[in-house]
């Protein structure tokens, strides 16, 4: 039984940072990828970052660029996703997925396992 479990979200002030974590449990082979999404109320899931488990490769979104990083832990099968200068518009729940095959990175339907999602607020 996998399980990806998130943590590290909360309420922030405009302009604070914060580090979410994603545990993955119950898998005995290497992910191809990990990634974050988020969905804000009444909004569709939107693709945050990805990494490749092999290798660190990243992807952002481009208007995440320059405030979000990804990284990952091999030996404590975690990905973390750094968010610097936050804004009210990032607030949404941050889910964490993981991938097991194929080459793309962009669309929640591209991965095949989910976290429950953490809840990131952040007030003007």
């Known amino acids: 039984q996998v399980q990806l479990v998130e943590s590290g979200g909360g309420l922030v002030q405009a302009g604070d940072s914060l580090r979410l974590s994603c545990a993955a449990s119950?898998?005995?082979?290497?992910?191809?990828?990990m990634g974050w999404f988020r969905q804000a109320p009444g909004k569709e899931r939107e693709f945050v970052a990805a990494?490749?488990?092999?290798?660190?490769?990243?992807y952002l979104a481009d208007s995440r660029k320059g405030r979000f990083t990804i990284s990952r832990d091999n030996a404590k099968n975690t990905v973390y996703l750094q968010m610097n200068s936050l804004k009210p518009e990032d607030t949404a729940v941050y889910y964490c997925a993981g991938k097991v095959y194929g080459s793309s990175w962009y669309n929640s339907g591209d991965y095949d396992y989910w976290g429950q999602g953490t809840q990131v607020t952040v007030s003007s």
């Open positions: 990494i490749r488990w092999s290798g660190g490769t990243t």
């Open positions: 119950g898998r005995t082979f290497s992910w191809v990828a």
